[in-house]
């Protein structure tokens, strides 16, 4: 059974920053593209960033390029988000995913999320 | 910046058909694919590929896209369909969400 668990979220202070983490298991995670997707309270669901199976090519949304890094452990099945210079507009839940990359793109599971809160 | 534009909300009787539409430029010349998200819940893939459903999907989910609109389409509406539900579709190594429909089972 495929199950991603995500970790780290909390309250951070606009400009902090925060590293979320994504246990991943049921599958071979090397061989797997991974996302992170978040949801602002009652708003809707948006792409934050792709990783390719070796952490080779990597992919954001425009609004977190040069604060945003993902990055991934193959050893330890572990998927990666370094959030920096946090602003209140990034707060949301922050999903992780696994991605089907080629031919007909989609995000074919999904964790519980993880709440990030960033206010003073 | 390319766009998905989804209707806010539509309504549909029990055991009734429900479509829920996603527009975009040319949609139809990318795939399409949806997500149904219940509340308090994380998002569960539920048509892939404009038309094509993931194991465990029921049958009476159903999608089709061409020129500018993709649909999902629910035959025999039930109660436990009553969701918001999200398209999205690929645009230069971006993935683009539509904003979402929250479909009332009334």
């Known amino acids: 059974e495929v199950q991603l668990v995500e970790s780290g979220g909390g309250l951070v202070q606009p400009g902090g920053s925060l590293r979320l983490s994504c246990a991943a298991s049921?599958?071979?995670?090397?061989?797997?593209?991974m996302s992170w997707v978040r949801q602002a309270p009652g708003k809707g669901l948006k792409w934050v960033a792709n990783?390719?199976?070796?952490?080779?090519?990597?992919y954001y949304m425009e609004s977190v390029k040069g604060r945003f890094t993902v990055s991934r452990d193959n050893a330890k099945n572990s998927l990666f988000l370094q959030m920096n210079s946090l602003r209140a507009e990034d707060t949301a839940v922050y999903y992780c995913?696994?991605?089907?990359?080629?031919?007909?793109?989609?995000?074919?599971?999904w964790g519980q999320g993880t709440l990030v809160t960033v206010s003073s | 910046s390319y766009e998905l534009t989804q209707p806010p909300s539509v309504s549909v009787s029990p055991g009734q058909t429900a479509s829920i539409t996603c527009s975009g430029d040319?949609?139809?010349?990318?795939?399409a694919c949806w997500y149904q998200q219940r509340p308090g819940q994380s998002p569960v893939l539920v048509m892939y590929?404009?038309?094509k459903r993931p194991s465990g999907i029921p049958e009476r989910f159903s999608g089709s896209n061409s020129g500018n609109t993709a649909t999902l389409t629910i035959s025999g509406t039930q109660a436990m369909d009553e969701a918001d539900y999200y398209c999205?579709?690929?645009?230069?190594?971006?993935?683009?969400f539509g904003g979402g429909t929250r479909l009332t089972v009334l």
């Open positions: 995913a696994r991605l089907y990359f080629y031919g007909s793109a989609r995000f074919e599971y």
């Open positions: 990783i390719k199976e070796d952490g080779s090519q990597k």
């Open positions: 049921g599958f071979n995670f090397g061989s797997y593209w």
């Open positions: 999205q579709a690929w645009d230069s190594n971006n993935v683009i």
């Open positions: 040319k949609l139809g010349d990318k795939y």
């Open positions: 590929q404009d038309n």
